[in-house]
């Protein structure tokens, strides 16, 4: 059985949940809530499927947060175009 190692970075699920409802970008947040679920005993598989995600996607962001941390399952821009912005001017 997977299980989310919160002992390791000095948390707790309940750190967890905090972090899915305070992070900034929407992928961020869904990484955190599943790592809370999963940690509340909730089935990895389940999980993925719930969110529409590949089980083996989320074991991948359990093993991640497990060896790197929580800073690891923050999302960051990789590359490819940026997205759109569209600029307002004052005249």
């Known amino acids: 059985?997977?299980?989310v190692d919160?002992?390791?970075w000095n948390q707790c699920p309940?750190?967890?949940r905090q972090l899915a409802m305070?992070?900034?970008h929407p992928r961020s947040r869904e990484r955190f809530l599943v790592l809370y679920e999963i940690s509340q005993g909730h089935?990895?598989?389940g999980v993925a499927r719930r969110g529409g995600r590949d089980p083996q996607t989320v074991m991948r962001w359990v093993h991640t947060y497990n060896q790197q941390g929580p800073q690891a399952m923050l999302y960051r821009r990789t590359g490819g175009r940026?997205?759109?912005v569209q600029s307002l001017k004052s005249n």
Request: with cysteine; hydrophobic share 40%.
């Open 1 to 3: 059985m997977l299980r």
């Open 6 to 8: 919160c002992a390791r």
């Open 14 to 16: 309940a750190d967890l």
């Open 22 to 24: 305070e992070a900034e």
């Open 43 to 45: 089935c990895t598989t």
């Open 82 to 84: 940026p997205p759109f």
